[in-house]
């Protein structure tokens, strides 16, 4: 383990050429020899593994359990797949390498992830302080869910300044400010929120035993390739792998990534829960890791020309698209200095309402009429009907997710028919 006959298991280098993500996607953390010499990693379906001896059974639950300190390259020994699994072990260390994290935990879904996260760190009388607009789900969990369990919530609207102020003030006024949970770019607004500037605040706020409050940031528009959020001092990071990590429409999984000493109580959470992936989904995962950069960046450009295309349409009012904020802005600024890409995920309106955006909908043929995004097929939805029904009316206009906007995922597809399609679309408006 660990020489040259193991490519990929644990090298970073050849020679003193550091190997960057996509190279290291395609074999890091599994050896070959462990399995019958297979070029991929299997898919390990059991529910539980054998133990060498007794003695090699009590020292995994030792770890397990944290009953004990690791030894000095121990590793920890595969007891139960609620635990730990190779397909998931391997997946957790490839998806560190991306976002340069010490450590991380794949669930079965984002929003496992993301409640399994926050429930390991909130308890009854703390306070979240949240950005919005954000994913329904989230937004749905500060708003009625953790309420349930005596955790009290502050709202933030993205792309302001101001807001973030006067959220993080009211926070803190509100009790024992204990999470600083961001979704930037916003969902579906693509509207900004300043991590760096959360981070600052996150560590004025630290008190007379040290603990300050946690910034947790979901990066699932932006991916690893756009944006680095631990750059910018957040604590914690989560995606939706069903996304743009998974990019193929056919899983449903999440991921939180962070320093050990973070990770660890969130995967005593997932153990006591059950949140965690199953090995098949772990698998497709992997597999599509492989692929993570050229689409993303296939999409990436396709989603400019996509958006240069509507920015000019005479019945395309607003183009909510990162690279057209003005730079001299204080918006435009924040995306030169978070921001590595644009992604491929942006919002529009029509000229008219609810009735202009439906005829648009209906019309596609080459954009599929869904919800989700981070595909290879090009999306779209309609948020204040669909994704963001459940978000109050007044609260959906204070936010601009107004009953003319449309959110278009760009796929892979040649971007001339995708803007084919929308042409021939927006006739019907």
């Keep these: 383990m660990g020489d040259d006959t193991a490519v990929g298991y644990r090298h970073r280098k050849v020679g003193a050429q550091e190997l960057n993500p996509e190279t290291l996607m395609m074999g890091f953390g599994y050896d070959p020899r462990l399995s019958e010499g297979a070029l991929k990693c299997p898919i390990f379906h059991t529910s539980t593994f054998v133990f060498e001896s007794a003695e090699a059974g009590k020292a995994y639950f030792e770890l397990a359990y944290g009953l004990r300190e690791r030894q000095p390259s121990e590793e920890a020994g595969l007891i139960y797949s609620r635990l730990n699994n190779p397909d998931l072990q391997v997946l957790e260390e490839r ?13 079965s879904s984002g929003m ?37 369990f005596g955790i009290t919530r502050a709202g933030s609207r993205a792309g302001h300044s101001a807001a973030l102020e006067q959220g993080f003030a ?4 509100a009790g024992r400010l204990r999470v600083i949970c961001l979704e930037p770019p916003a969902n579906p607004t693509n509207a900004l929120v300043d991590i760096a500037r959360c981070a600052e605040l996150a560590r004025s706020a630290t008190d007379a035993t040290g603990e300050r409050p946690l910034v947790v940031v979901d990066n699932t528009f932006l991916g690893p390739l756009w944006q680095r959020p631990f750059e910018h001092g957040a ?15 056919d899983l449903i999984a999440g991921a939180c990534l962070g320093p050990e000493s973070l990770i660890a109580p969130v995967r005593t959470t997932r153990t ?58 204080p918006d435009g600024a924040l995306y030169q200095k978070q921001c590595l890409g644009a992604g491929s995920t942006f919002s529009f309106e029509v000229q008219g309402g609810e009735a202009e955006a439906f005829r648009l909908l209906n019309a596609l043929q080459v954009v599929k009429l869904a919800v989700s995004l981070g595909g290879t097929e090009s ?43 929308l042409a021939q679309a927006l006739e019907q408006v």
């Design 379 to 421: 999306l779209a939805e309609h948020p204040a009907s669909m994704t963001h029904s459940d978000v109050p009316p007044e609260e959906r206009a204070e936010l601009g997710v107004s009953a003319a906007l449309v959110r278009i995922s760009v796929g892979i597809e040649n971007p001339d028919d995708v803007i084919a399609d």
């Design 235 to 249: 604590d914690l990071v989560l995606y939706s792998l069903t996304k743009y990590v998974g990019g193929h429409s």
């Design 95 to 107: 998806l560190c390498i991306w976002d340069r994290a010490e450590s991380g935990l794949v669930f």
């Design 112 to 148: 496992s992830a993301i409640t399994t996260t926050l429930l390991s760190y909130l308890r009854p009388g703390d306070v979240v302080l949240h950005s919005s607009p954000g994913y329904g789900g989230t937004d749905y969990l500060p708003h009625h869910g953790l309420p349930e």
């Design 272 to 329: 006591i829960f059950g949140t965690m992936c199953d090995p098949m989904t772990g698998w497709l995962v992997l597999r599509s890791l492989e692929t993570l950069k050229l689409r993303m960046t296939s999409s990436l450009k396709n989603a400019r020309y996509v958006a240069e295309y509507l920015r000019t349409h005479p019945k395309v009012r607003t183009v909510h698209y990162l690279p057209f904020l003005p730079p001299d802005s």
């Design 170 to 173: 009211a926070a803190r006024a």
